[in-house]
């Protein structure tokens, strides 16, 4: 018995972990340093090409939930990161080289882990787990590309902020869909003065750095709205901001301007912003959104951002163990699945490597429950969904909490983080039984 995986990063890596601790082989190949991409520096293993943050470590806070749990499913990379903290308040911080060389020095020693430093050009056979991220070189992403089953192999270029509907000044905001057609979005209205100083304080606020990025290269459908907005003042007015066919029914006029807002979830707890693709840097997102009317104490689930990446469009190609539906034993793992983030991507791996291992083994495949963090990702990138886009892991794509909470949203969230937890203890039963 033995599973094959491509990609050393922190799902390569927490996959090639969890075969090889239920006794199957793995080889783990990594083109690293035998080919370097640009991004790359260190010849170490899981190593954190952006920031060394892993983000919050509280419980009420949905990736600091989603550590905890693969911190109780015996995670490699938690152990790492737990190893190689830094000081960062509430978050969890990691020395880079440290956090890397644990990983590394482990699957090294691990007797069931064969090392192979190779560029892979084709799809490998089953069973194997592809795990090589945003960075999978030309010739693997182009492998990919021509499977059969693979429809499209998505490039985006950014991507709308989504706020929580419970964080929504409903006061102000109305639902309507244009000429009357539904209900389907919610509709913050602007009035000219309002407009004039959205407009305003969107060219002036700072933009993130993007490497390669120019105005010119941009696709029209993932045009940031602080570059539209350049344009001149009433591009918004008569693009993403039209406010034509939606009638405010306070007034039962059209507004001089319309911010909609999408339902992002299956429960309706978040929404995305229509048309509001942005490389603003995140607080300044925070403000100069927090002007449309009803946003003012908007709660971000995730930030707008803009980068080239490469992911799948999982939804119908791969299940919710991260296994293409087509090819049974053939798994794919990390941002490239639609997660997005360190945390998320490691879950994908511990995921995609439990199911590849008692694959093996011969035994059932663990159910993970929407009740989990862990589950409710692999529900996310699986769900039929046809405006998918890569997520960060929020508790509104967990199931939610049946009663009303006294104590507010945190008093909720621990609930919710327990009972995540006692869920956890089951499903680890269930692996390692």
């Not at 929504?168 to 979005?185: E, F, I, N, P, Q």
């Not at 879950?347 to 590849?356: I, L, Q, R, T």
Request: aromatic residues 8%.
């Amino acid at each position: 018995m033995s599973v094959t995986v491509i990609g050393a990063g922190l799902a390569g890596c927490e996959a090639a972990w969890q075969i090889a601790s239920r006794g199957v082989d793995v080889t783990l190949i990594e083109q690293k340093p035998h080919r370097m991409s640009p991004a790359h520096h260190s010849p170490l293993f899981a190593e954190l090409v952006c920031s060394n943050s892993l983000r919050s470590d509280r419980l009420q806070n949905a990736v600091g939930l989603l550590k905890e749990e693969l911190r109780r499913l015996d995670s490699l990379i938690m152990a790492a990161a737990d190893q190689a903290r830094v000081p960062a308040g509430g978050a969890l911080a990691v020395d880079r080289e440290s956090f890397s060389a644990y990983i590394t020095e482990h699957l090294k020693r691990h007797p069931r882990v064969t090392l192979e430093s190779r560029e892979v050009t084709e799809i490998p056979d089953a069973p194997a787990v592809i795990a090589t991220g945003p960075l999978t070189s030309d010739a693997l992403a182009a492998a990919i590309a021509s499977m059969p089953e693979m429809k499209t192999l998505n490039f985006y270029d950014a991507a709308a902020p989504i706020v929580t509907a419970e964080s929504l000044d409903r006061t102000k905001v109305y639902r309507a869909s244009r000429y009357g057609r539904g209900d389907d979005y919610l509709n913050c209205p602007m009035t000219r003065e309002e407009y004039d100083a959205f407009v305003e304080a969107l060219l002036t606020a700072e933009t993130a750095p993007i490497h390669g990025f120019e105005e010119s290269k941009v696709f029209e459908g993932c045009m940031p709205v602080e570059s539209m907005a350049r344009r001149g003042h009433m591009v918004l007015a008569f693009g993403p901001l039209k406010p034509v066919g939606l009638p405010d029914p306070r007034t039962g006029k059209d507004p001089y301007a319309v911010v909609q807002l999408r339902q992002d979830d299956a429960a309706g707890t978040l929404y995305n912003l229509v048309g509001f693709q942005t490389r603003l840097k995140f607080p300044e997102q925070k403000r100069v959104f927090g002007m449309i009317p009803g946003l003012e104490n908007a709660e971000f689930a995730r930030y707008g951002v803009m980068h080239r990446n490469t992911f799948l469009n999982s939804p119908g190609l791969l299940d919710d163990h991260y296994q293409m539906i087509a090819r049974p034993g053939l798994y794919f793992a990390g941002q490239m699945t639609g997660v997005e983030g360190y945390v998320e991507s490691t879950a994908s791996g511990f995921a995609a490597g439990v199911c590849a291992a008692l694959q093996q083994l011969g035994r059932p495949l663990p159910r993970f429950s929407r009740e989990t963090a862990l589950g409710a990702l692999a529900q996310y990138i699986a769900a039929p969904n046809s405006r998918f886009q890569p997520m960060n892991v929020t508790f509104g794509i967990m199931d939610g909490w049946p009663e009303k909470v006294r104590g507010g949203k945190q008093a909720k969230y621990e609930k919710i983080a327990q009972r995540a937890l006692d869920s956890i203890e089951q499903l680890k039963q269930q692996i390692q039984a």
